[in-house]
Nanobody, 115 residues
Framework: QVQLVESGGGLVQAGGSLRLSCTASGSIFRFASMGWYRQAAGKQRELVAAVTSGGSTNYADSVKGRFTISRDGAKNTVFLQMNSLKVEDTAVYYC?????????WGQGTQVTVSS
């Protein structure tokens, strides 16, 4: 069983920055793709950014140029650096570890961007 522990959420003004972290237990992190998803109130969960075990990344169009996903294999940790935050980035952010057929989710961390 893999556990994902997220941190780094909070309240920030529009234009500000936050850095989310997600640390995975166990030994499969280095083989897995890692992703950050978000779910705003009343909306479906959506992919924000993902990074493969080889380091390839992809981003939602809405965050390209503002968010950066990275991973540290030595720490079993994936990061999401969020810059130039907008009010519409407000959501609960979830970390995901994907190694087919396994998929694990973190508990979520709230990000609130005020105008």
């Amino acid at each position: 069983q893999v556990q994902l522990v997220e941190s780094g959420g909070g309240l920030v003004q529009a234009g500000g920055s936050l850095r989310l972290s997600c640390t995975a237990s166990g030994s499969i992190f280095r083989f897995a793709s890692m992703g950050w998803y978000r779910q705003a109130a009343g909306k479906q969960r959506e992919l924000v950014a993902a990074v493969t075990s080889g380091g390839s990344t992809n981003y939602a169009d809405s965050v390209k140029g503002r968010f950066t996903i990275s991973r540290d294999g030595a720490k079993n940790t994936v990061f999401l650096q969020m810059n130039s935050l907008k009010v519409e980035d407000t959501a609960v952010y979830y970390c995901n570890l994907d190694l087919w057929p396994l998929s694990y989710w973190g508990q979520g961390t709230q990000v609130t961007v005020s105008s």
